[in-house]
T-cell receptor
Framework: GAGVSQSPSNKVTEKGKDVELRCDPI?????LYWYRQSLGQGLEFLIY??????PDKSGLPSDRFSAERTGGSVSTLTIQRTQQEDSAVYLC???WGPGWSGELFFGEGSRLTVL | DAKTTQPPSMDCAEGRAANLPCNHS???????VYWYRQIHSQGPQYIIH???NNETNEMASLIITEDRKSSTLILPHATLRDTAVYYC????????FGTGTSLTVIP
């Protein structure tokens, strides 16, 4: 596709359930980022993938959060045993990678609501 | 990664220039300054970026001080559609977004 694609666009789940959010970056982009944005707040960095390097997981808020990137392309963010405070918009972005000083391309986000 | 400091909110009259400041006093010599904006319920949108020299594109101008410790984003003729949250970011290893400046363009 032409841009970063995220799915689902909206997800409502019950507290304690697991959820998976998917990000399909722009073809050829080696860098992939996940951010979280709670209502009225700024973007909170979660995790960063760059090529085959070990991901930077320094932003993950707890061990209930994990992410993987298969084949250097599609990424899945998994939240286990969801809590109400996990409710937020989860944004994915991609770029060409290290040495690239240009634009970071964002998807439209996945809005997660935990009841 | 260098931190940035921005005022939480600003107002600007429609048609006037909007000048959004950003402090990044711990910036390193090879770190770029980026500006993004986020209009309600949308993903962030790239505006402009620069290293040392002032930059201009169709959306905005970026003025970086000689010591690189601060910068200003200029929207030359603000419109109502420019109402958004504006993020100043110093690119180290990752893009860290702060809380940005909420710009309101007033008719």
């Amino acid at each position: 596709g032409a841009g970063v694609s995220q799915s689902p666009s909206n997800k409502v789940t019950e507290k304690g359930k697991d959820v998976e959010l998917r990000c399909d970056p722009i073809s050829g982009h080696t860098a992939l980022y996940w951010y979280r944005q709670s209502l009225g707040q700024g973007l909170e960095f979660l995790i960063y993938f760059q090529g085959n390097s070990a991901p930077d997981k320094s932003g993950l808020p707890s061990d209930r959060f994990s992410a993987e990137r298969t084949g250097g392309s599609v990424s899945t963010l998994t939240i286990q045993r969801t809590q109400q405070e996990d409710s937020a918009v989860y944004l994915c972005a991609s770029s060409w990678g290290p040495g690239w000083s240009g634009e970071l391309f964002f998807g439209e986000g996945s809005r997660l609501t935990v009841l | 990664d260098a931190k940035t400091t921005q005022p939480p909110s600003m107002d600007c009259a429609e048609g006037r220039a909007a000048n959004l400041p950003c402090n990044h006093s711990t910036i390193s010599g090879n770190e770029y300054v980026y500006w993004y904006r986020q209009i309600h319920s949308q993903g962030p949108q790239y505006i402009i970026h620069g290293l040392k020299n002032n930059e201009t594109n169709e959306m905005a101008s970026l003025i970086i001080t000689e010591d690189r410790k601060s910068s200003t984003l200029i929207l030359p003729h603000a419109t109502l559609r420019d109402t958004a949250v504006y993020y100043c970011i110093v690119l180290g290893n990752q893009f860290y977004f702060g809380t940005g400046t909420s710009l309101t363009v007033i008719p």
